[in-house]
């Protein structure tokens, strides 16, 4: 059995900074931003989903795609910056922002305390996302248990009595703007890794650790640099959402639901690759709705699910991206 | 609260069948893991087939714990099927694709599951379903069957694995896999008959488990983490290994909750899975995938 | 002396892989270390490596004392080394397994694609820039081996059997490269079964067996020494 790693294409420390690339980039992005200005609330409301899992996605790509370390603990993060802000207004009034800004330094410090635990046991492969996942576990359960978070029914957020941006609490579309920057500033920051030293420092210990020693690198450090990076990118992320709902809870945003929801995007769509998690968001997201639509009973969508998940995995194993980029000629290089 | 003897007992007996069930659920997944080194994260659709095998046998008048037979015999050959048809394709890619392909076909199946029976809390009473007393304390009786039934699971698994030509074929394929190929064991079919006893246990385990629980299509959940977190203590692959590995989860989860309260057993228990993982990740019995 | 073993020994449980092992290395010197299998030439390899310490005595590059270093602590103090069995980055390309390697020492993208390039150039690789790494003959995954221990400017290059697995028109083009290296400044380091490499590339040769070194001297005259034709039955390993 090989070891539980990315599976990347070829083309994954490709630098995607062919001048046509940009282009379609930009183009996009634009439709990206005129979107919400013309649809409706059914679609603006989709939209979102797929921004959301694409930047929770894309956050969760750092460790598991570029690193090569499967994390399957990531919704703890998520879930630290959704209660760290969440709680900090409840309780003290501090505004959102800033607690937005403390859980992703929160999320920053478990990952560190966490990581260097973990890799410096050497844990990889399947017990690196096995440990991650009881460490993910454990913060659920505290979580729910512990007085001061709300038990199990978690923290409703309090409804802002003024105006004010700093309290995170907006419109849809409003949200679908905060999402689509994170998703513009975290696929950014992939391509940005891929690109230069530190990507193909984490591509050579994705590779092989020993060959990656043999070129300086430290891989305990790296990747854990990686694990931060990621974690301090998926707090936020949970503010986000947790502000769009009005509340966190520890089964909304902890659990294995979500850790596993979280990695698919990526893996779909092309694991390791700045591009990728969108791409799964998008096809994952729509898949869902039109199940949904056509569906005759519930689970009926659940079925069309898994059914896709069995054939992509087959079919699409380095997920959609290097299918995509070679028929976009001269797009990546 | 004086610890008493008394108290002891109970603890330690709530935690042997607690363990039990962890125990059955464990064997079953541990020959997927440590034979087939399937990555295979649709285990616990396998365990609900069980669940709502019991359903299906209570809805004809059946007692769930007659059932066990006969879904064990259809259980075998649906498998051996799936194996072949499904299983197969995946069993050389790299764990990734395992790991989606399982995730996706579990998810098929309790979909389908929901579809038939829908979403509806169900209960699957046995004749022997209800309570026993000991002295004062209270046991489940269903719990005490599936202790006993995690035993002689546990220990026919083992027969099986040491006394038979099939048996001796799974072993060999689990330690090295080109040497069991020159010596002419056919892999494919090895591998088919690991899969279908793995589902066949899995099964049984969940008709042992549907009395004493309510049933729905996702109920199996709850057990699989710990379940899984007993196989690595136990060493994956290794039979009895993951049934010591179910009862000491079971015990630490009954200690746990005497001292440290229910709402917090869940994190003892991942955190002892945690610290197995950093400090014996190959388990208890070693490095060697001895089955 | 760019580096220096003193008693150094290694053990691992109760077998003694390597002791009593001393002898220093001046700077760009090309010195072949040759012995029987198990004699223990891998261990010291990996010694210097950095990929486990010594048991006892003392590893000096540079003047310091480096045994407690990491492997990747080693390659940034300047000690690079190849893979026996080459391993190629299999996701990169040619150009940017050197470019990682690059990187080693040059923060900047650029800089490091220019020293690449430069690098590739000089182990010949330039027209295989942008194939993938793991299209490569033999001779060309040896010498990517090299480019990219090279790429991270190393003042000494361990090489692990590069010379296995050539045929001998490409094990002469290998000894041109490695003078070309040395003629750089930079101390090479051979563990060598091939014996016409060893004999006319290295400036010195030490042989090992049973853990021990039992010659430490120039190419001819370790061809004579008894105790080396003793330990290898007179045999030259094919060249």
Known sequence: MSELTATAGRQAVRPAAGTTGLVLAALLLVLAILFPMFVSRYWLALGITVLFWTSFSGSWNIIGGYAGQFSLGHAAFFAIGAYSSAWLYSVFGFPTLVGMIVGSAVAALMALCIGWIIFRYKLHGTYFAIGTLAMSEVLRVLAGALPWFGGNGGIPIPLAQERNWLLMQFQPMAFYYMFLAATVVIIALSAWIARNRFGYQLAAIRDSEDVAESIGISPTRLKLAAYVISAALAAPIGTLYSQYLMFVDPPTFFGLLVAIQVVLPAVIGGLGTAFGPLLGAIVLTFAIE?????????????????????????LLPRGLWPLLSKMLPGATR | ?????????????????????????????????????????????????????????????????????????????????????????????????????????????????????????????????????????????????????????????????????????????????????????????????????????????????????????????????????????????????AFVGGMIVGLFEAAAIAFIGDDFKEAAIFGLILVFLLVRPDGLFGKRANV | ?????????????????????????????????????????????????????????????????????????????????????????????????????????????????????????????????????????????????????????????????????????????????????????????????????VMNLCDRVVVLDQGRIIADGAPAAIRGDEAVIDAYLGREADA
């Not at chain 1, 519930?298 to 998940?309: I, K, Q, R, V």
């Not at chain 2, 295979?40 to 669940?51: S, Y």
Request: glycine share 10%.
């Open chain 2, 1 to 241: 609260m004086g610890y008493d003897l008394f108290y002891i007992i109970e603890v330690l007996l709530n935690g042997l069948l607690a363990g039990g069930t962890y125990a059955l659920i464990a064997v079953s997944m541990t020959v997927v893991f440590g034979v087939l080194k399937l990555m295979n994260f649709g285990h616990g659709a396998l365990v609900t087939i069980g669940f709502y095998s019991a359903v299906v046998a209570v809805s004809w008048g059946i007692d769930p714990y007659l059932a066990i037979v006969p879904a064990a015999v259809l259980m075998a050959i649906v498998a051996l099927l799936a194996y072949y048809a499904l299983i197969d394709t995946v069993i050389s890619k790299p764990a990734l694709t395992q790991v989606v392909f399982t995730l996706g076909l579990g998810i098929v199946i309790e979909a389908a599951i929901e579809i038939i029976w829908t979403a509806n809390p169900r209960v699957a009473p046995s004749a022997l379903s209800g309570v026993l007393f000991m002295g004062d304390v209270m046991v489940s009786r269903p719990r005490i069957i599936g202790f006993v039934a995690s035993i002689l699971l546990a220990v026919g698994f083992w027969a099986l694995l040491r006394w038979t030509w099939w048996g001796m074929a799974i072993r060999a394929v689990a330690q090295h896999d080109a040497a069991a190929r020159l010596i002419g064991i056919p892999r494919t079919k090895t591998l088919a008959i690991a899969f279908a006893l793995s589902a066949v246990a899995a099964v049984v385990a969940g008709l042992l488990i549907a009395p004493s629980m309510t049933i729905s299509p996702y109920a199996g959940h709850v057990f699989l983490g710990i379940a899984f977190g007993a196989v690595v203590i136990g060493t994956k692959g290794n039979v009895m290994g």
């Open chain 3, 1 to 197: 002396m760019i580096l220096t073993l003193e008693n150094v020994a290694r053990r691992f449980g109760g077998l003694v892989a390597l002791s009593d092992v001393s002898f220093s290395v001046p700077e760009a010197q090309i010195l072949g270390i040759i012995g029987k299998n198990g004699a223990g030439k891998t261990t010291l390899f990996n010694l210097i490596a950095g990929r486990f310490a010594p048991s006892s005595g003392t590893i000096r590059f540079s003047g310091e004392d480096i045994g407690g270093r990491s492997a990747s602590a080693r390659a940034m103090a300047g000690i690079a080394r190849t893979f026996q069995i080459p391993e190629p980055l299999p996701r990169l390309s040619v150009f940017e397994n050197v470019l990682a390697g690059a990187f080693a020492r040059i923060r900047d993208r650029s800089e490091a694609g220019r020293l690449a390039h430069e690098t590739l150039n000089f182990c010949d690789l330039s027209a295989k820039a942008d194939v993938a790494s793991t299209e490569l003959t033999v001779p060309e995954l040896k010498r990517l081996e090299v480019a990219r221990a090279l790429a991270t400017q190393p003042r000494l290059l361990l090489l692990d059997e590069v010379m296995a697995g050539l045929r001998p028109n490409e094990v002469d083009e290998a000894m041109v490269l490695c003078r070309r290296i040395r003629d750089r400044g930079v101390t090479i380091l051979f563990v060598e079964h091939v014996m016409r490499a």
């Open chain 1, 290 to 314: 039109l199940s949904d639509r056509v569906a005759l009973r519930p689970g009926a969508s659940l079925l069309a699910y898994g059914a896709m998940l069995m054939v992509f995995s087959v």
